[in-house]
């Protein structure tokens, strides 16, 4: 069965368009957790642009029995927030400047030489980690190399194609790239651009584990509620 994990930055973008304490993320991870989900992921950007200090540490406290997810860039400043939080699983991305949202994997050919320090350490406090990965086999290799126990795969590629000429041919390419994490022996996640009409086809990816979604599910949740959106979501997920 694949976990749902749901990403709360969304909800903190909008409450920083304001400057105000509205909407609070912490609220959504608690609706998102009575909704069903398995976990709750939040990403704590080194220039503050939606989670803030404050949302990791009350995520932290809430999740109870599911896991937090908590995305960072592999920073001195990063690393050690989360050995103080402890969330159940690291996923390292990278972070450009003034980028919409997360925009590829890590490159992890690239840093090859600082990341299984980085790993370790994680690993040594008992966070899983993961690594936000590329869809290229030698950067899924190199995952697992630097010691990542999980990589999560890109799927912004296919969530864009979905419904287009070239859903097959971004979903091959994910699903090569599952193959391989699978011979490999890394655990499996996914995210980016994934939505309700989207999971249909990743649920036949066979060694998928989690995925984390946050965009769709906030815009659905305008519409129809965050409850009511989360509950769609794990409807097609978990059926
Ligand atoms: N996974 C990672 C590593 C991300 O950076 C993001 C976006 O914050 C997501 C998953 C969720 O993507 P989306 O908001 O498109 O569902």
Redesign the pocket.
Known sequence: MINLSI?V?KAATLRQSRGGSEPDPVHAAAVALVAGVDGITA?LRGDRRHIQDRDVELIRKIVIHKEFNF?MAATEEMIDIALKTKPEQC?L?PEREGEL??ENGVNVIKEKARLPKVVETLKDAGMRVSI?SMLNEDQIRAAKDVGADRV?LFTEPYGQAFGTENEDKEFEKLAKCAELADKLELGLNA????DFRNMRRMKTIPNLLEV?????VFSRAVFIGLENAVKELLQVIKS
């Open positions: 990403n930055d990403h995305e996923t991305v949202t997360t936000f999560e995210g980016h651009d994934l984390s979604i946050g965009h769709s």
